[in-house]
């Protein structure tokens, strides 16, 4: 007695995983067959009929479980990124460019009050200049040392000094214009 694997036909494979005989051939079309029945008509292993019935797209599934690996490998990875620091969300990036913006509104607007008083005691424009240069020159050097990283880690100190600044004027600084509503 053979124990060689047993092949089978159209009509059999059809009976045998309860689908139209019709569905079964058209799925079967154009591939090869793995051997011959004792009739001697072309036949295929159950494992070939079951891969092209529910798998009809011929995906390698030792492939497809790599990439499904990967992707889940890359995704730890991302995760890893975040908690460690190493990346930024957009939200947080967002926010904190929002906040840099109101910071160097408030900052540069801080200006005309603080130095209204002592420009007018300035002897000409050239002197008057050198003075808002100057205070211009000193809330820049203060901003430069500004960095994203340090605004996401302390929102308290978003806008710090802001006591000298003018009053809002109502005008949004930063984000992202609302969409209209039709």
């Known amino acids: 007695m053979s124990m060689a694997p047993e092949v089978w ?12 005989r019709r569905f ?8 090869p067959p793995d051997g011959k029945t004792k009739d001697g ?51 947080d990036v967002d926010q904190a460019v929002e906040a840099a913006f109101t910071r160097v509104k408030a900052r540069m607007r801080s200006i005309a009050p603080k130095l209204a008083p002592v420009v007018v005691t300035a002897t000409g424009p050239a002197e008057a200049q050198a003075m808002i240069l100057t205070a ?10 500004t960095t994203v990283a340090d605004m996401v880690a302390d929102d308290a100190a978003l806008v710090a000094d802001t006591e000298a600044a003018a009053e809002d004027d ?7 214009d609302k969409a209209p509503v039709d």
């Open 9 to 20: 036909v159209v009509s059999a494979a059809a009976a045998q995983f309860r689908k139209d």
């Open 24 to 31: 079964v051939a058209d799925a079967m079309a154009g591939v």
């Open 41 to 91: 008509k072309d036949g295929w292993f159950p494992a070939t009929i079951a891969g092209r019935l529910f798998n009809p797209e011929g995906l390698d599934l030792t492939q497809e479980k790599a990439r499904l690996a990967k992707a889940q490998a890359d995704a730890q990875e991302i995760k890893t990124s975040i908690l460690r620091g190493d990346v930024l969300l957009r939200g």
């Open 136 to 145: 211009i020159d000193e809330v820049l050097l203060e901003l430069a040392g």
């Open 170 to 176: 109502g005008q949004r600084v930063g984000g992202r």
